[in-house]
């Protein structure tokens, strides 16, 4: 009878373990009232973890260039005729030799599909960002 009632609670609660969502906040509140946001900073939010991946595999990810890169800034931001945007940023990694004050630049191109989800825009991409070129500029 014990197994009877195990077995009947494991398939009457497996089905609300399976399908758990994270519980969304009730109120979205902002990180912070006072705080200025640029474009930049938007951009960079949008384009950071395509280009942290791209780091890592570029330096094998070693424990320096993984955590200590940062970006330096835009250099150059392109509209191209399908609706999306190539953005050329400079970045700035830890040097190989473990010295905290050298560091490698690089420039990253990355292309931003933002969504066509309007009759009002002629193309057909959904929302994506992907790594076009890395380029080592010291070496």
């Not at 197994?3 to 979205?28: D, H, R």
């Not at 200590?68 to 835009?74: N, S």
Request: charged residues 25%; proline residues 6%; hydrophobic residues 35%.
């Amino acid at each position: 009878m014990i197994l009877f009632f195990t077995i009947l609670i494991i398939f009457a609660t497996g089905n609300y373990l399976v399908n758990a969502n994270p519980q969304e906040p009730k109120e979205i509140k902002p990180y912070a009232e006072d705080w200025y946001v640029t474009p930049e900073d938007i951009i960079w939010d949008i384009i950071f973890p395509a280009i942290d991946k791209r780091v890592i595999k570029e330096y094998g990810g070693k424990e320096n260039s993984s955590f200590g890169w940062g970006k330096e800034r835009i250099v150059n931001i392109v509209y191209n005729n399908n609706h999306s945007y190539d953005i050329s940023i400079r970045v700035q990694v830890p040097d190989n030799n473990n010295n905290p004050f050298e560091y490698a630049e690089d420039l990253v191109k990355v292309r931003v599909s933002p969504s066509c989800d309007s009759p009002k825009i002629s193309c057909s991409h959904g929302f994506n960002v992907e790594v076009l070129e890395y380029k080592h500029l010291e070496q």
